[in-house]
């Protein structure tokens, strides 16, 4: 390969990545969202290697509510007469209503037993609609970057994915080192491959 060849490979190889950059991030960031909820939803793991916490144990109020996930909770603790006689009740102001509550012990960690979803460890995820919300929403592409935005599509799941972050004192959706490896490799084999289509 002579000279004017190898500026013609290397100009072909700038305006391919030029045009791919907005895809390779979009395949990329898909990539890293796949490896940090495996993570965090399968073992519990932060991306610093340590767990986030563990579900509170602290005595909560259990009522039933319009589309709580709860609510099947409620019905099976309080569906009868004598089972809301052995619950202890409490009133408590709502938007200025009195409404009942019972008193639950074993906090959020009981609750989640008894919906049937794991205790082990936080893995942030009950009836999955945070973590099927948490998506990219958008990619931006500059004269020399490219950043993908990665969140919450609706505004409720976001407020919880923020209100996660700040309870637990770690950031759900960052990369752990080994994660940021294979998306570094997977951008190095993006770049081989391209170097290879030119002859380089």
Do not use: C
């Not at 916490?53 to 609510?71: A, E, M, Q, T, V």
């Not at 009195?98 to 959020?108: A, D, I, K, N, Q």
């Not at 799941?157 to 996660?164: A, Y």
């Amino acid at each position: 390969m002579n000279i004017d060849e190898l500026n013609k490979s290397l100009n072909n190889i700038i305006n391919d990545t030029q045009s791919r950059l907005s895809q390779a991030m979009y395949q990329n960031a898909s990539l890293a969202l796949a490896l940090i909820s495996q993570r965090v939803i399968n073992k519990g793991i932060a991306a610093d290697g340590g767990k986030f916490g563990n579900y509170s144990r602290k005595k909560i109020l259990l009522g039933y509510s319009k589309n709580s996930p709860f609510n099947k909770v409620y019905i099976n603790l309080a569906s009868s007469k004598k089972k809301r006689s052995d619950l202890k009740w409490v009133t408590v102001k709502h938007s200025s209503k009195s409404v009942r509550l019972f008193e639950l012990e074993g906090g959020y960690k009981k609750l989640r037993s008894l919906y049937g979803a794991q205790t082990n460890y936080v893995d942030f995820f009950l009836t999955g609609r945070m973590w099927g919300n948490v998506k990219i929403k958008s990619v931006v592409q500059g004269s020399d970057y490219v950043t993908a935005i990665v969140g919450a599509s609706d505004e409720s799941e976001q407020k919880k994915l923020e209100g996660n972050v700040k309870r637990f004192g770690k950031p759900i959706l960052d990369l752990s080192k080994e994660e940021e490896k294979t998306i570094v490799d997977n951008i190095r084999n993006d770049l081989v491959s391209l170097f290879k289509k030119y002859g380089l």
